[in-house]
């Protein structure tokens, strides 16, 4: 089925390891971010990407790099990981060109960091 | 300060009842997008709105652009537990079409 995949599901981390969550999308969207979401909070966006080798920030991007060598692919990487970046991580892409386009989002990745 | 908020933040009430959530803000957005996120799941659109003023229905749900283009709101029809969810709100500004900025949710639950 097209859409969003997001690896793994959920993840517990000791603070200080570091480790990517993975992001692919086979609907051949130039755009693609990942958000966090946590109670209160809304969705943020951490980063984005308009196409490959293109990537930016954005409101929350501290400790999180990214980078986008193909259009499929937006792998997220927590550098050092601390119990502040305990969230739900949502990985979400879409076209670019009009306004009727929405966003198709994965499924989440649950973070829990100790 | 939220560019979009929405209200209520929580909403419950009884299958069959009626219910409107709303979507407020300061700016002007050239599209207002509506999403429904339920649990364990990702966000996933509804409907988007572009013109100010315009009405789109989808079954029981009822989505209105305000005529300014600042604010939207989301009627729903007697309502069932499946309609459970997050809702959201989310804008495209002028001169970003691929940029989003969303409200915090409104959080409905339908009782059976």
């Known amino acids: 089925n097209a859409g969003v995949t997001q690896t793994p599901k959920f993840q517990v981390l000791k603070t200080g390891q570091s480790m990517t969550l993975q992001c692919a999308q086979d609907?051949?969207?130039?755009?693609m971010s990942w958000y966090r979401q946590d109670p209160g909070m809304g969705l943020r966006l951490i980063h984005y990407?308009?196409?490959?080798?293109?990537?930016d920030q954005g409101e929350v991007p501290n400790g999180y790099n990214v980078s986008r060598s193909t259009t499929e692919d937006f792998p997220l990487r927590l550098l050092s990981a601390a119990p502040s970046q305990t969230s739900v991580y949502f990985c979400?892409?879409?076209?670019?060109?009009?306004?009727?386009?929405?966003?198709?989002f994965g499924s989440g990745t649950r973070l829990t960091v100790v | 300060t939220q560019l979009l908020e929405q209200s209520p933040q929580f909403l419950s009430i009884q299958e069959g009842e009626n219910l409107t959530v709303y979507c407020n803000s300061s700016?002007?957005?050239?599209?207002l997008q509506w999403y429904r996120q339920e649990p364990g799941e990702g966000p996933v659109l509804l409907v988007t709105?572009?013109?100010?003023?315009e009405v789109k229905k989808l079954k029981r749900l009822t989505f209105q652009f305000g005529d300014a283009r600042k604010d939207s709101s989301l009627h729903i029809t007697a309502a069932q537990p499946g309609d459970t969810g997050l809702y959201l709100c989310?804008?495209?500004?002028?001169?970003?079409?691929?940029?989003?900025?969303f409200g915090k949710g409104t959080l409905l639950t339908v009782n059976p």
């Open positions: 979400a892409s879409s076209y670019m060109e009009g306004p009727w386009y929405g966003y198709t």
């Open positions: 609907m051949n969207h130039e755009y």
């Open positions: 990407s308009v196409g490959a080798g293109i990537t």
């Open positions: 700016s002007v957005f050239s599209s």
């Open positions: 709105v572009v013109t100010g003023g």
């Open positions: 989310a804008g495209r500004r002028g001169g970003s079409n691929y940029k989003l900025t």
